[in-house]
């Protein structure tokens, strides 16, 4: 049969669901007990947000869904969001800008087309805002709270790569490139495109050696910082930057985090003013995030600091084990051996008991759908529950649902 689903959207089964509500819950458990509250913006933004805040490069532009939001007399583009951050940034500025802090997190698709379809065009992300916070100290809290997250995923031995948007940016101005040409340039590196360094056409050759150091840069060396920032073409505005990124490398050095330095590890930094960060896991790209204290600005409020990140729960979820084979040992099936509606009755009755107890009970009347643990069969005469262990195919008879609890829990325990 022709499939009838659109090109690049995606249908999320069973397991896939399963998987995706770990990853859900992990995130919001760990974002809750750091005291981050939830929030929710609409699908639908102005575009005119994005474009204000750099996200739509003329590359981008054509990756967006928009359309002319009509109403009879003129209209407004809107466009379905790309990107988690701006609208909380909006929401923020409309309805939360009196708090002197804010830490807020979200769970939310975004949408990117993308030619072929055989790309997702709906995306899911996981997202952190801290508002309006300087210190280095938010800077590093950001960071600890996604790698916290990234191993209550379950997520296998996450690794954190830093650059600085800051930094970057400031030696770019150092060399005093005309307008198109730097426009040009600030382009093809948000797309990735580190090599248009190597044509670029600036009398100040120091600088350019800079950068071209510092993009080669792999791996912890805080030494090349400083380094760095005695070099004597680089301004005071680029040595405070380098100062800003070293405060945090310190900091933390100090309380045992550890990363690498790769100024190149990072893409779309458009409206990221400071340090930037990604964290992977098997080589994917998990998490991306850092400091961005003009976006409120940009948006319609007032200029304050922010931070934050965003994990890409597509390429998660297939990286974790579903909840259904983790739980397998707590995992009953239910079924009676007529269908009488007194053994229908116990048998509701014994697989409420049972999910009170924290197990999985399904109740198997025509057939079970989970790889089961545990088979528990009911019987009307004499009545009693015969309780399989389907791993080891040994059978227990007893006469009451304690019985039953206490058989299944007491080797759950001896399991453990």
Not at 308 to 332: N, R
Not at 336 to 360: H, P, W
Request: with cysteine.
């Amino acid at each position: 049969m022709e499939s009838q689903k659109c090109k690049g959207a995606r249908d999320l089964l069973p397991d896939d669901m399963e998987r995706f509500r770990q990853v859900e819950d992990a995130f919001r458990n760990s974002c809750l007990n750091w005291g981050y509250r939830e929030i929710r913006t609409p699908t639908l933004e102005y575009i005119h947000l994005f474009t204000a805040a750099g996200t739509l490069t003329p590359a981008m532009l054509g990756r967006v869904y928009s359309f002319l939001d009509w109403d009879g007399w003129g209209g407004e583009r809107v466009v379905l969001r790309p990107d988690g951050t701006i609208p909380a940034a909006r929401l923020y500025s409309e309805n939360l800008s009196g708090q002197k802090i804010a830490r807020l997190y979200y769970i939310t698709n975004v949408f990117a087309f993308e030619e072929t379809g055989r790309e997702n065009r709906e995306k899911w992300q996981c997202g952190v805002e801290l508002l309006g916070d300087c210190d280095r100290a938010a800077d590093a809290e950001v960071i600890a709270l996604a790698l916290e997250i990234a191993r209550a995923m379950g997520l296998s031995q996450p690794e954190l790569k830093l650059s600085h948007a800051g930094i970057l940016k400031a030696l770019i101005g150092e060399l005093r490139l005309d307008g198109d040409s730097k426009t040009a340039l600030l382009d093809d590196i948000l797309e990735g495109n580190w090599q248009a360094f190597a044509s670029v056409k600036s009398k100040n050759r120091e600088v350019v050696n800079a950068i071209a150091t510092l993009i080669k840069l792999k791996g912890k060396s805080s030494g090349f910082l400083a380094n760095l920032k005695a070099m004597p073409a680089v301004s005071a505005h680029v040595r405070n930057e380098i100062a800003r990124f070293s405060e945090v490398t310190a900091l933390l050095d100090k309380i045992g985090i550890s990363y690498s330095i790769d100024f190149t590890s990072i893409r779309g930094f458009e409206y990221y003013t400071g340090l930037c960060f990604k964290i992977t896991s098997g080589g994917a790209r998990i998490c991306s995030g850092g400091r961005y204290d003009n976006l409120i600005g940009l948006v319609g409020g007032k200029d304050i600091p922010a931070c934050g990140f965003a994990f890409y729960l597509d390429s998660i979820t297939d990286m974790v084990k579903p909840w259904s084979q983790q739980k397998a040992e707590k995992t009953v099936s239910v079924k009676t051996t007529g269908k009488s509606a007194s053994m229908v009755k116990t048998a509701f009755e014994a697989a409420a008991a049972m999910r009170k107890v924290g197990l999985i009970a399904e109740l198997d009347f025509r057939g079970s759908q989970l790889e089961a643990r545990w088979t528990v069969a009911i019987s009307a005469r004499p009545s009693m529950f015969t309780i399989i262990d389907n791993n080891t195919k040994s059978r227990k008879m007893v006469y009451t649902v304690s019985d039953v609890i206490n058989v299944i829990g007491g080797f759950n325990k001896i399991a453990k």
